[in-house]
Structures are given as C-alpha cells and as structure tokens.
C-alpha cells in the first residue's frame, strides 16, 4: 500500500486522528458507509474542496479512500495551526506535488494561500528560501486551467523571474504579489483567458497575452517611474480599480467591450497645484515636474486604448491630470453607448465633458456622478454651435440640486441636449437613504 505509507510520511509530526474501538463499534452498527457509496466524481469534488493536509488524511478512513487524494481534481496548498516546523511543511508541499506529478491524473485548479495567520513560524522562510517560487513552477507543469496564488494583505512576495509556461491555464488570480516582465509575457499560456490581480505591485515595462480576455486589476501599483505598456489584443473586459503610480501606456483593443476605470489620488500623474492651473500643459509647473521627461508627453497614453470600447465607466481625482493631457488628442469613441463619469469630467476649465460628447458620436446614455462637483469650478461657455445627438439620454447623480448641477445643466443644454432628456437623481435627505427622482423643465 504505497499511497498510503506516503500519505503517513507526509505528515510525520502530524497527528492524524484514528478512529477508536468504540468509533469502529458505531459505525458497525450503523449499517453502509453511505459517504463512501457515492459516485467517485462527487468524493473527487469534496476532495478538492479540502485544504491539502485534510484531503490526504482522507486516506485512513476506508479502503476506497486510498488513492482518491492522488487523483482530485483541485489542489488547496494552505496553513493551518499545528504546522510548526518550516521544514516539514516544506517536505509536506514538495511529495505532495510529485505524487500528483507522478499520478498523471488531471488537475484542473491549484490553489495556494500564505497569510501568517495560519502558521506557528514564520512564513515568509517559505519565500526567502524560494520553496514558494518551486511551487508555483512544480504547479503550473501539472497543466491546471485555474491557479490562484494568495498573500496576506499588506504583505507581498516576489514571483519568480521566470516566464509561466502553460498550455492549459485558463484563469490566473493572483494576491499581494510583486510581478516582474518575466511573470507578465503570458506568451507561453495560449489558452489564457482571465487575469484577476489585487494589492499586486507591477515592476514591469510590459504586460502581455495575445488570448487574454478578461483583466482584473484592484489597488495595484504601477510603477512610479516608467509606464507600463499593456498589451491584450483579445480583451474584451478591462477592470482598474484604484490603482496608482504611473499611468499605464494602453495600446488600442479592437474587441474591447467593457472598461471600468479609476484613477486613485495616489497616481504620480498629478498636478502639486490641485488642479487650479493650466494642468497637462507645458507651461504648468506643477505638472511638467511629473510628467515634462516622459517619452508619451506628445502622445496619448491611455484614453486610445480604450477607443474602440462599447461601454465604458471612467473616474478619477480632479487632480489626475494624465486623462486631461490625453484629451488633446482625444480619438473617437465611435463604438461608445454608455458612458459614466464622475465630477473629474467638469472639474476647472478643461471641458473634458464636452469633449467626451464631440468624439462619441454612438452615445445613448451619459451618467454623470456629481457628489464632489460643488467643490470644483465648472466652464459653460459654449465653445461651437449645438453638437449633441437628441437621442441621448443623461441621468445627473448628486446630493443636492446647486448652483454647480445648474450650470451643467445650462451648458447641456446649450451643446443640444434637451433638457426633458435628462434626469436627476437627488440624494433624499429626508429618508436617509436613496434618492429623488426629478426631471428637469426650464431654468428659474
């Protein structure tokens, strides 16, 4: 029974829980194992649902329990409390993944989670010693579709500087990792299709996959310096939320349907005098000193990668200056049928509203997020006669009707938009919570 004197190696130090004469009389009198009698694919499912060190003491419990650790489709790698050696634990992961190797069952997901929480020593040995960095290797040469690798919030760990090779990956979620250009050519994953990434830091000057279709990203670092270019030309759904440090450079993405974009405050494309100068131009001082040595200065750096998207949510600090700089060559969103912007769109003097209006001309519905706009000058003057489609419908979202959602209004109005096609969700102060539906008639 080699399975399961591997098993009882694997966990020398471990106490596996044995079941007592009195347990044994129990079950006897019970009648059938009914857990046992259930179709093989279900205990398969069970199985990989269990963090690895449960999955394989399930081997003690009957004989048909054996082998069934060695051939389940998912891999949980985990803590627990009781592991108190780095050692042992090390010798756990590493037989426990060329068993799978060597058992030639398929493996469709790989899971491995490292917060402190869930050891008696010091974690981050793991990664220090790079036993982690084998792992993901040893992983990822089991051709999984899935593979999720996890750290503690706050706390991150250096992947290895070594492009992953996958025929099979199919779905990448990584968490609190430090991702090199080596780690992010996914040249060699043809089949890889989503990219989920939070707190992760990107140290590289490129991202690319020609397969990829889904990216993820949630407060992750770009870095500070230089501009990462990002290059998926299969995307099809785009997510960057509250993500800082540099501006990444968008090549354009042809079948791009979905963007959801934000720019944190924390974004080194920003102008020190808060957006009360003439920001994205070389005369502001405030801006040149973060942006006048860059190379894509003359050129646009994000906005035209995102030309060719259907539906599109873009926010930001007034203060983020990069999507002004892009506006001067703003392209033409000729697929755009729904937009949403928040108040960075009517902020100062940079009309960016206006100029998100001119260059789509496909627009159907316009949400404006208003909660802040009291806080930042608004221009109205009207630049050029009416422009605006009248099959466009706008919805204004803000706490309260002033001064400032009057003048939006006014100058909506003045670009051809009529004013019973927009509709105004006011905060409702009287309940607390939602809000007050009202449509707009005439100026008092």
């Not at 997510?239 to 720019?263: K, M, Q, W």
Request: glycine share 4%; aromatic share 10%; charged share 25%.
């Amino acid at each position: 029974m080699p399975c399961r004197n591997d098993a009882r190696n694997m966990f020398d130090g471990m106490r596996l829980q044995k079941r007592s004469k009195n347990d044994e009389a129990s079950t006897a009198c019970s009648g059938e194992d009914r857990i046992s009698g259930l179709p093989e694919g279900v205990l398969h499912h069970v199985l990989s649902l269990l963090p690895a060190h449960d999955a394989v003491r399930t081997c003690v419990l009957a004989r048909r329990w054996r082998h069934l650790w060695r051939s389940a489709p998912g891999i949980r790698i985990t803590g627990v409390k009781g592991w108190r050696d780095a050692g042992k634990f090390v010798a756990f992961v590493d037989q426990l993944l060329s068993l799978r190797r060597s058992s030639c069952a398929a493996v469709e997901s790989c899971q491995m989670k490292f917060h402190a929480r869930d050891f008696d020593f010091d974690y981050f040995l793991l990664a220090e010693k790079q036993h982690v960095s084998h792992w993901i290797m040893d992983a990822v040469r089991l051709d999984v579709k899935v593979f999720r690798l996890s750290f503690a919030e706050l706390e991150s760990f250096c992947m290895p500087d070594q492009p992953l090779v996958c025929q099979h990956l199919v779905r990448l979620e990584l968490a609190c990792v430090d991702a090199n250009d080596s780690i992010l050519d996914f040249s060699a994953c043809p089949a890889l299709v989503v990219l989920r990434m939070k707190y992760c830091f990107l140290n590289a000057g490129k991202l690319f996959s020609a397969s990829l279709k889904q990216l993820s990203m949630f407060c992750c670092e770009f870095h500070r310096t230089n501009r990462t270019r990002i290059l998926l030309p299969s995307l099809v759904s785009l997510e960057l939320t509250s993500c800082y440090g540099r501006t990444p450079l968008l090549d354009c993405i042809p079948s791009l349907e979905t963007a959801i974009v934000s720019f944190d405050h924390d974004s080194e494309d920003y102008c020190i005098y808060d957006g009360t100068s003439d920001c994205g131009d070389d005369s502001c001082e405030g801006c040149r000193y973060y942006y006048g040595s860059d190379k894509y200065r003359n050129n646009c750096v994000f906005l035209k990668g995102l030309s060719e998207v259907t539906h599109m949510e873009l926010s930001a600090y007034p203060d983020v200056f990069v999507l002004n700089r892009d506006l001067k060559w703003c392209p033409t969103f000729t697929k755009l049928k729904t937009l949403l912007l928040n108040e960075w769109s009517v902020a100062s003097d940079h009309n960016a509203l206006i100029c998100f209006l001119k260059h789509s001309p496909a627009l159907e519905k316009l949400t404006l997020e208003l909660y802040k706009a009291s806080q930042y000058p608004v221009k109205t003057d009207p630049l050029e006669l009416p422009f605006a489609s009248h099959h466009l419908k706008v919805e204004i979202k803000c706490e309260e009707v002033n001064g400032t959602v009057h003048k939006i209004l006014s100058s909506l109005s003045t670009y051809g938009i009529p004013l019973n096609h927009i509709k105004i969700q006011q905060a409702d102060r009287s309940s607390g919570s939602g809000y007050v539906n009202l449509v707009c008639t005439g100026f008092s």
